[in-house]
């Protein structure tokens, strides 16, 4: 079974800093995606960025980068020049391909504050 | 814009009563999801359903039972509500890939359902 871990259940940064969320997972699967979810005070989860397994580069969105390490099978977020609205829970997953329904394991979670 | 819509943001129930929790998507996704969020253990998979009338079980199925008659329309149902099934309830949909390349499908989540047994 795969399993995701967080390890840092919740951060405090200055606004314009930068943060980095740890994310290591578990699997024997060889081909699967990562993803980074928010979700902030409204409860809505929002997809920050996404990783293919067999894609070497690193994902970025604007401020949002990712450290993907296969062999170590870590997945860390990098939020540079962090803003207020960057204050949420970060949920790291991990999906595997071509088993069963497609579902998305979830870890734990990490509860960012953005302080001003 | 797409959207998932649960059926009851807040919701007080008491103890042995059976409970609904409605989900409707409107993006005609194959795959849907039941999640449950507790503080420290994240989100956990109840059920989930890749087909109308089709299901399996997740992680902690225990205490809930789903229903999917239409694609659109993924129900929770807890047959026998107990304080120990107060939590956020999230559903999900997601559409189903076919290939490595679309394997990054996003999930789409609802607003939760902030469940509260009495």
């Known amino acids: 079974a795969q399993t995701v871990t967080q390890s840092q259940p919740e951060m405090s940064v200055q606004e314009a800093e930068t943060v980095t969320l740890s994310c290591t997972y578990d699997t024997s699967e060889s081909n699967y995606y990562l993803f980074w979810y928010k979700q902030p005070p409204s409860r809505q989860m929002i997809l920050v960025i996404r990783?293919?397994?067999?894609?070497?580069q690193n994902a970025t969105e604007n401020r949002f980068s990712v450290n993907f390490q296969k062999a170590a099978k870590s997945f860390s977020l990098k939020i540079s020049d962090s803003q207020l609205g960057d204050t949420a829970m970060y949920f790291c997953?991990?999906?595997?391909?071509?088993?069963?329904?497609?579902?998305?394991?979830f870890g734990q979670g990490t509860r960012l504050t953005i302080n001003p | 814009d797409v959207k998932v819509t649960q059926s009851s943001r807040y919701l007080v129930k008491r103890t042995g009563e059976k409970v609904f929790l409605e989900c409707v998507q409107d993006m005609d996704h194959e795959n849907m999801f039941w999640y449950r969020q507790d503080p420290g253990l994240g989100l956990r998979l109840i059920y989930f359903s890749y087909d109308v009338k089709m299901k399996e079980k997740g992680d902690i199925p225990e205490g809930y039972s789903v229903s999917r008659e239409k694609k659109e329309r993924f129900s929770l149902i807890l047959e026998s509500a107990s304080t120990n099934q107060t939590s956020m309830y999230l559903c999900?949909?997601?559409?189903?890939?076919?290939?490595?390349?679309?394997?990054?499908?996003?999930?789409?989540f609802g607003q939760g359902t902030r469940l509260t047994v009495v």
């Open positions: 999900a949909s997601r559409k189903v890939y076919l290939s490595l390349r679309e394997g990054g499908t996003e999930a789409f």
């Open positions: 990783q293919e397994a067999y894609k070497q």
């Open positions: 997953a991990f999906s595997p391909l071509f088993q069963g329904a497609q579902k998305l394991v």
